[in-house]
């Protein structure tokens, strides 16, 4: 049981991982195209756009060349439906001793504590989905700031950006 928990846990971490990823591949993909507008070198376009790379980076806080990562941990997974039966179970072991029927408390206490398990389940995969959500929209904001700053000062160099 502790070995399943571990995966799903892990899965979980790779999946909302996985996500970032590929919401960063896909902003990465819309990089401004650039157009050296006064006729510069290529030799000149590429010192000017990692010269704009570093003071973007610094006014912004950002760096594209990194990859992404959680600005926050991921919310903890609570026990699923086998947690609650188990525990349920426990329960009704001792509610069923103290109404003298040990094993049709047991019975009881293993479904309603399955069903809340259940439950409890649902709801935290919901809460993993919104959290890598709010990650992917971090940091595409964060992308969209240093885009900005990195296009004004290629265009105060001269290029045109778009």
């Given at each position: 049981?502790?070995?399943?928990?571990?995966?799903?846990?892990?899965?979980?971490?790779?999946?909302?991982?996985?996500?970032?990823?590929?919401?960063?591949?896909?902003?990465?993909?819309?990089?401004?195209?650039v157009f050296p507008a006064k006729g510069q070198s290529n030799e000149q376009t590429?010192?000017?756009?990692?010269?704009?790379?570093?003071?973007?980076?610094?006014?912004?806080?950002?760096?594209?060349?990194?990859?992404?990562t959680a600005t926050a941990p991921p919310p903890e997974k609570k026990g699923g439906v086998v947690?609650?039966?188990?525990?349920?179970?426990?329960?009704?072991?001792?509610?069923?001793?103290?109404?003298?029927?040990?094993?049709?408390?047991?019975?009881?206490?293993?479904?309603?504590?399955?069903?809340?398990?259940?439950?409890?389940?649902?709801?935290?995969?919901?809460?993993?989905?919104?959290?890598?959500?709010?990650?992917?929209?971090?940091?595409?904001?964060?992308?969209?700031?240093?885009?900005?700053?990195?296009?004004?000062?290629?265009?105060?160099?001269?290029?045109?950006?778009?």
């Amino acid at each position: 049981m502790t070995s399943t928990r571990v995966k799903l846990s892990m899965y979980t971490i790779a999946a909302g991982t996985v996500a970032l990823l590929l919401a960063a591949t896909a902003y990465a993909a819309q990089d401004p195209i650039v157009f050296p507008a006064k006729g510069q070198s290529n030799e000149q376009t590429e010192k000017d756009k990692y010269s704009c790379y570093s003071w973007a980076k610094g006014q912004t806080g950002f760096d594209p060349m990194q990859a992404p990562t959680a600005t926050a941990p991921p919310p903890e997974k609570k026990g699923g439906v086998v947690k609650g039966a188990a525990v349920g179970a426990l329960a009704g072991v001792a509610i069923g001793a103290v109404a003298g029927n040990a094993g049709k408390g047991a019975a009881i206490g293993a479904a309603s504590g399955g069903i809340i398990g259940g439950a409890r389940k649902s709801k935290s995969n919901k809460e993993q989905e919104q959290y890598t959500q709010e990650q992917a929209a971090g940091y595409e904001q964060k992308r969209t700031t240093y885009n900005r700053a990195w296009g004004a000062c290629m265009e105060g160099k001269g290029y045109t950006v778009k």
